[in-house]
């Protein structure tokens, strides 16, 4: 790098020759230096290598100048956020610890599959214990998922994990952040947001991308405002402030405008034919997909009224909630106030209109206004009574236990529903030191619970000792005399002959292993070799589990990739023709990729022969013209 450079003999005055002058590369001014050493085709080693040659370059490359930090913002472009513009900072020292905690966590994801494989994964303590910046986990784990999605599915399948556990971690402490603010200074909406995105951590929600969303629906509302009444009050409203129309019949206004913007224009409607769809119930995909629950459309009802100053209030009426907007200075009695049913296109109700909703009277009781904590409760009851209403898939187990986490955050001591996440965690097997724990802060709150508490509590103990002594796991090989009936193997992508599915093979018994009570329940005595035959664990497409006799499937004619979420947990790869199993599943069927190989090129190798003979063919008939 400071190799001399030679020029050409000049002629001086008097006509002597002059010696030719020497130039290195470290005389030129360190900007040039700079903005040579900053060239996209040099990566970090080389700016190491350079560095090393002599002071100078050294002095050039030093940890809070340019070069590292354009090496840094080469490297990790999602950081930028994170640093503010021209910001002195130690950018080797960034980059040295950015690097470290990268291989740190690839190591990381890399075990937990030799360790969780056949249980549920339920912590990822040791990320956190890490004592990293978070932004750089985070970092790290997106970089893993961004990579060539065929390839490294089960290092993708745990880092999608510790990402979800490391975001859920994040909104909780926001949530309780939240909480504890001032009640006047909860908003419904910032509360919504944060149920969202924990049970979406994946998605990119934030609330100023749904507060952008309802800035544009504002002023589409004031537009249409603007031709009724020009000289409006809500119309000099500004965003960000707080303002109140007095007027009764000017807040009649907005709301007029705000119904035909949002149900005419915009079209948005209840629900009422997937009621029961979580999506109902996250304000991002309400904003999506123009439609709702009463809960999520009153919290998007209300906010927009407020922004253009009308106050409406939240109220918690059984089985269809509700807004209630106040037509007296001061209200309180029931019949003060008008009843504003956001599910049913904002049509405004009496107190006594509101109970022809559920059929039957109620007290006084239901039509007052709540605060925002239990509109949150309310939100996440409706998601908690969906996972349990669920398949019993991994998704409703997924949801069941995000909306326990969010309810027990914001009503810790909820005996009831504290017995139900001890009881869910004990029938997944997770977290039995937390069971015992949980279980015993209902012996504390509650002790009638004594009965359902002890046999947990025997249980869990069981489990913990159990754990203590694992079991090695099950090997089958396919060469085994009991086994000669199995015609299929892991990995292969198969079809039901009579459902139809989609599936890929990950575990198969030589007969069916299931209780009799399945068997009849299934109707497996039907089959014309009944439960006497190999039956197959299966990952399908729609994202179940399944357990499959042979005779109802067969090999793929065009193999596709299984969109399923845990196939990450069972194979690396998908391979244009089959899924090749990691060295967890292949440990437990040590012989069957082979012959999953000679399945595959019996099956397919041969049609694309063929289809390269007619495409030689083809041409040489064309050649031929």
Same mark, same amino acid.
């Given at each position: 790098?400071?190799?001399?450079?030679?020029?050409?003999?000049?002629?001086?005055?008097?006509?002597?020759?002059?010696?030719?002058q020497?130039?290195?590369?470290?005389?030129l001014?360190?900007e040039?230096?700079?903005?040579?050493?900053?060239?996209?085709?040099?990566k970090?080693?080389d700016?190491?290598?350079?560095s090393?040659?002599?002071?100078?370059?050294?002095?050039?490359?030093?940890?809070r100048?340019?070069?590292?930090?354009?090496?840094?913002?080469?490297?990790?472009?999602r950081?930028?956020?994170?640093?503010?513009q021209?910001?002195s900072?130690?950018?080797?020292?960034?980059?040295?610890?950015?690097?470290?905690?990268?291989?740190?966590?690839?190591?990381?994801?890399?075990s937990?599959?030799?360790?969780?494989?056949t249980?549920?994964?339920?912590?990822?303590?040791?990320?956190?214990?890490?004592?990293?910046?978070?932004?750089?986990c985070?970092?790290?784990?997106?970089?893993?998922?961004?990579?060539?999605?065929r390839?490294?599915l089960?290092?993708k399948?745990?880092?999608?994990k510790?990402?979800?556990?490391?975001?859920?971690?994040n909104?909780l402490?926001?949530?309780?952040t939240?909480l504890?603010?001032?009640?006047?200074?909860?908003?419904?909406?910032?509360g919504?947001?944060?149920?969202?995105?924990?049970?979406?951590?994946?998605?990119?929600?934030?609330?100023?991308?749904?507060?952008?969303?309802?800035?544009?629906?504002?002023?589409?509302?004031k537009?249409?405002?603007?031709?009724?009444n020009?000289?409006?009050?809500?119309?000099?409203?500004?965003?960000?402030?707080?303002?109140?129309?007095?007027?009764?019949?000017?807040?009649?206004?907005?709301?007029?405008?705000?119904?035909s913007?949002?149900?005419?224009?915009?079209?948005?409607?209840?629900?009422e034919?997937?009621?029961?769809?979580?999506?109902?119930?996250?304000i991002?995909?309400?904003?999506?997909?123009?439609?709702?629950?009463?809960?999520?459309?009153?919290v998007?009802?209300?906010?927009?009224?407020q922004?253009?100053?009308?106050?409406?209030?939240?109220?918690?009426f059984?089985?269809?909630?509700?807004?209630?907007?106040c037509?007296?200075?001061?209200?309180?009695?029931?019949?003060?106030?008008?009843?504003i049913?956001?599910f049913?296109r904002?049509?405004?109700?009496t107190?006594?209109?509101?109970e022809?909703?559920?059929g039957?009277?109620?007290?006084?009781?239901?039509?007052?206004?709540?605060?925002?904590?239990?509109?949150?409760?309310?939100?996440?009851?409706?998601?908690?009574?969906?996972?349990?209403?669920g398949?019993?898939?991994?998704?409703? &187990?997924? #949801? !069941?236990?995000d909306? %326990?986490d969010?309810? /027990?955050? =914001?009503? *810790?001591?909820? $005996?009831? &529903?504290? #017995? !139900?996440?001890?009881? %869910?965690?004990?029938? /997944?097997? =997770?977290? *039995?030191?937390? $069971?015992?724990?949980? #279980?015993?802060?209902?012996?504390?709150l509650?002790?009638?619970q004594?009965?359902?508490?002890?046999?947990?509590v025997q249980?869990?103990?069981e489990h913990?000792?159990?754990?203590?002594?694992?079991?090695?796991?099950?090997?089958?090989?396919?060469?085994?005399?009991?086994?000669?009936?199995v015609?299929?193997?892991?990995?292969?992508?198969?079809?039901?002959?009579?459902s139809?599915?989609?599936?890929?093979?990950?575990?198969w018994?030589?007969?069916?292993?299931?209780?009799?009570?399945?068997?009849?329940?299934?109707?497996v005595?039907?089959?014309?070799?009944?439960?006497?035959?190999?039956?197959y664990?299966?990952?399908?497409?729609?994202?179940?589990?399944?357990?499959?006799?042979?005779?109802?499937l067969?090999?793929?004619?065009?193999?596709?990739?299984i969109?399923?979420?845990?196939?990450?947990?069972?194979?690396?790869?998908?391979?244009?023709?089959?899924?090749?199993?990691?060295?967890?599943?292949?440990?437990?069927?040590?012989?069957?990729?082979?012959?999953?190989?000679?399945?595959?090129?019996?099956?397919?190798?041969?049609?694309?022969?063929?289809?390269?003979?007619?495409?030689?063919?083809?041409?040489?008939?064309?050649?031929?013209?």
């Amino acid at each position: 790098m400071a190799t001399s450079v030679a020029g050409e003999g000049q002629l001086s005055l008097n006509g002597i020759v002059s010696e030719p002058q020497t130039k290195k590369l470290t005389d030129l001014p360190t900007e040039l230096l700079e903005y040579i050493l900053c060239f996209p085709v040099l990566k970090h080693v080389d700016i190491c290598n350079v560095s090393c040659c002599c002071k100078r370059l050294h002095d050039v490359c030093h940890g809070r100048g340019k070069v590292w930090g354009h090496q840094y913002k080469l490297r990790w472009p999602r950081l930028q956020r994170f640093y503010r513009q021209n910001e002195s900072c130690d950018w080797l020292r960034e980059y040295k610890t950015r690097h470290r905690v990268g291989i740190q966590i690839r190591r990381t994801v890399e075990s937990i599959s030799k360790r969780f494989f056949t249980e549920v994964v339920n912590s990822f303590a040791e990320i956190e214990s890490l004592g990293m910046p978070e932004h750089f986990c985070e970092d790290e784990l997106l970089f893993i998922l961004n990579t060539d999605k065929r390839k490294s599915l089960t290092l993708k399948y745990y880092a999608k994990k510790i990402l979800y556990f490391l975001r859920q971690q994040n909104i909780l402490r926001s949530l309780k952040t939240f909480l504890e603010q001032p009640a006047e200074q909860q908003s419904a909406l910032e509360g919504a947001v944060l149920v969202d995105q924990y049970c979406n951590p994946l998605a990119d929600v934030t609330l100023d991308s749904i507060s952008a969303q309802l800035d544009e629906i504002t002023e589409k509302v004031k537009k249409m405002l603007r031709l009724k009444n020009p000289s409006h009050p809500s119309l000099r409203i500004a965003q960000g402030d707080c303002f109140v129309v007095e007027d009764f019949e000017l807040q009649r206004q907005v709301l007029c405008a705000l119904n035909s913007v949002l149900y005419e224009q915009l079209q948005y409607k209840g629900n009422e034919f997937d009621y029961y769809n979580p999506l109902n119930s996250y304000i991002h995909q309400v904003l999506l997909r123009h439609t709702g629950i009463p809960i999520s459309l009153s919290v998007l009802y209300m906010t927009l009224a407020q922004r253009l100053g009308v106050q409406l209030e939240p109220v918690n009426f059984p089985n269809h909630f509700l807004l209630r907007w106040c037509q007296k200075p001061r209200g309180e009695d029931i019949y003060d106030f008008v009843y504003i049913d956001a599910f049913g296109r904002g049509k405004q109700l009496t107190a006594k209109e509101c109970e022809y909703l559920i059929g039957h009277q109620v007290t006084a009781d239901y039509y007052s206004a709540i605060s925002t904590t239990e509109v949150l409760l309310r939100m996440v009851g409706n998601l908690l009574n969906i996972g349990k209403r669920g398949e019993g898939n991994e998704k409703s &187990y997924q #949801l !069941l236990r995000d909306s %326990l986490d969010l309810y /027990l955050t =914001i009503n *810790p001591d909820n $005996v009831q &529903y504290l #017995l !139900l996440q001890a009881r %869910l965690y004990f029938h /997944l097997g =997770i977290w *039995p030191e937390k $069971v015992l724990d949980i #279980l015993q802060h209902i012996q504390a709150l509650d002790p009638s619970q004594h009965g359902a508490v002890g046999y947990l509590v025997q249980h869990t103990l069981e489990h913990i000792q159990h754990k203590k002594h694992p079991v090695a796991p099950e090997v089958k090989k396919r060469s085994a005399p009991e086994h000669k009936e199995v015609q299929y193997s892991v990995g292969l992508i198969m079809k039901h002959k009579r459902s139809g599915y989609n599936c890929v093979i990950y575990g198969w018994d030589p007969k069916c292993t299931m209780s009799q009570e399945w068997i009849t329940t299934m109707r497996v005595h039907q089959l014309s070799k009944g439960a006497n035959q190999p039956f197959y664990n299966v990952l399908v497409q729609d994202g179940t589990c399944r357990y499959a006799a042979q005779e109802n499937l067969e090999p793929h004619s065009a193999p596709l990739e299984i969109g399923h979420p845990e196939v990450g947990r069972y194979f690396s790869e998908f391979s244009d023709t089959h899924y090749i199993a990691n060295e967890e599943l292949q440990t437990r069927y040590p012989e069957d990729m082979d012959v999953t190989l000679d399945t595959v090129r019996e099956l397919y190798m041969q049609k694309t022969l063929n289809y390269e003979n007619v495409y030689i063919n083809k041409l040489s008939f064309n050649s031929k013209m």
